[in-house]
Structures are given as C-alpha cells and as structure tokens.
C-alpha cells in the first residue's frame, strides 16, 4: 500500500487547521483591541445622547393662566358638580402667582330662566366657557374645570424639559428639537424618596441665597414623596454645594443640576415650561 498520499492530505488538512486556527486568533485579537478601544473612548454618562425622538413627541405646547378669582374649581363643567379645591392666587411659599395648566376648554350652554309668550312658555340661554385644567397638589395628577372668567391672561411655551431618573440626565427641548442637556442628581429609590413622574409644569423661578440649592432654583408643580420639607415639599430644580453628587440620586424628590448647568437652564425656560419626569 502506497501511503504517501495520505501522508500529503494528512500534512495538508494540518496546515489547514492551523491557518484557520491562526485567523481566528487574528479575529479575536481584532475584537478584544476593538472593544478595549471602544471602552477606554466610551461616551461618560453625562454626555448621554438622548435616544431620537418619535416625531412631533417633544414638541409641546403649554398654555398657562393665573386666578382671578377665589373660588372653588369644580369637579365637571358645572356650578352644581362637586368641588374639587379652591384657586389660590400664590404657590404654597408665596414665591410667584400660582399658574394652572389648561387642558382643554368646553362651551356650555345652560337654560337660565323662561319667559311666557303668548300661549307657551320659551326659555332663556347663556353660554358658558369651562376650562379643564390640572390642579397643583398633593396628591399629584388632580384636574378640575374652571368658568374661562375666573382665570386671567394666558400664556404658552414651547419648551420642555424632560428628566430621566434611570439615565440621571435632563434634556431640553424647544419646538421638539434638542437645545441643552446636562447631567441631572434625582430623588433615592432605595429611601423610597424618588422624584414622582408624571407631566408638570414651572411654576416659579428665583435666585437662591442658600448654597446648598446653588445660584438660582425653579418650583415645578410635582410635589415630592417626602413630606418633611417646608412649603409642601415641591419638587425643585436648582444647583448645588456638592456637584461630586451629579449625576447620582442624592435627593429627597428634587432635580439637581451643577451650577454652570442650571445658569445655562435659567437662560432658557421660565414660568409655564412643561416638564416631564420619567
């Protein structure tokens, strides 16, 4: 038997095994250096981009009013429905008007009075206007209706600032396109202290003369789990003393920002700027 093929195929298929074996180390040196070049230049946490919005998500607009008058708002578009809270014409630490957020608005018309005419009776009409509108509170999420005439001049922003917790960032938005994001500190879920979610809005802005809130603070009408603060514990956004924190949950339910970060925001959202917690 003549065995020097087999001798040939056998070397053949050796060093056909061997080359495989050396492409593949090839291949695996490639991923390791790639993904230790991709670790050592990753994007740090507070550079987080935000992930693309479907169209139109962020683009909101928000109208606000203040009261007028001091009168109960009622639970449907009706002075015989139930109540729900009175108007009030400060937020709880007097530092602004209080602003509500309109939802929708409704026209009523209500029979009044009758009259008789000739054989029959006919009926007098007015047309209301109802506004629905979200009632700052505790707890969070409360509506009501109000007669259009009990709230005063309204204003609307088209701005809106979005604040993840799981991603301790913040993004701003202006007509659904991305002008300012920064790296945000939350409330603690281990505490049970988390920053409540929902959909709010800015309800006053003020310099701040306390270190331990930075060089300027803004009230949202998000009210916090914590009750222990003054004022009923609203939810704030403002700076710090202790920007080590940031990005982290170190608060009791309020959104901190760096102080370069929340001047910057200063510059761009007022009173009535939606704010969505998530």
Known sequence: MNVAPVVRRARAGSKGRALQRAARFVVLSGLVTAWTAGAATATPPYNI??????????????TVAIAEVATWIRRAPSLTSGEVKRLVFYTPDREALQTYRIITRRSIRVRVSRYRYRYHFRYRYRTTVWDQIDVPGRPNGQTGWVEQSWIGSEQT??????????????????????????PAGTGNVANKTNTPTGHFWIAEAFPSTDPFYGPWAFGTT?????????????????????????????SHGCVRLKNPDILKLKRLVGIGTAVWIQ
Do not use: C
């Open 222 to 250: 998000d009210y916090a789990r914590d009750t222990e603060f003054p004022d009923g514990s609203i939810v704030g956004i403002h700076g710090t003393n202790e920007p080590w924190l940031i990005p982290g949950d170190p």
């Open 49 to 62: 981009k935000p992930p693309p919005p479907k169209p139109g998500r962020y683009d909101v607009a928000t």
């Open 157 to 182: 922003s088209h701005t809106l600032i979005v604040v993840s917790q799981k991603a301790e960032h913040i993004w701003v938005y202006r007509y659904g396109k991305l002008i300012f994001n920064a």
